[in-house]
């Protein structure tokens, strides 16, 4: 069973940044993708970015030019810097990774953006 372990959330101030990351157990298979989501209380789990083994990314329209997203293949693992946070950002975000076609899902963290 593969695992994702996420860390890096918490609390930060409107404009500040913050650095998730995410690790996966497994060791024998490259991700096909790796991705991160988030979910605010009573809103739908939506994707913020998502990067694939030969390097492309794509990111949600809300944070567009605020994230960025990056991996290290050998480390199986993937990264999500967040500039320039908003109060919108609050959410639990989820690392999401694509191996041998199915989707893996961390436990979540909790990110929270104050005034």
């Known amino acids: 069973q593969v695992q994702l372990v996420e860390s890096g959330g918490g609390v930060v101030q409107a404009g500040g940044s913050l650095r998730l990351s995410c690790a996966a157990s497994e060791r024998s298979f490259t991700p096909l993708a790796m991705a991160w989501y988030r979910q605010a209380p009573g809103k739908e789990r939506e994707l913020v970015a998502t990067?694939?083994?030969?390097?492309?990314?794509r990111f949600g329209d809300s944070v567009k030019g605020r994230f960025t997203i990056s991996r290290d293949g050998e480390k199986k693992m993937v990264y999500l810097q967040m500039n320039s946070l908003k109060p919108e950002d609050t959410a639990v975000y989820y690392c999401?990774?694509?191996?041998?076609?199915?989707?893996?899902w961390g436990q979540g963290t909790q990110v929270t953006v104050s005034w």
């Open positions: 990067i694939n083994v030969g390097g492309n990314t």
């Open positions: 999401n990774a694509n191996i041998l076609s199915r989707h893996y």
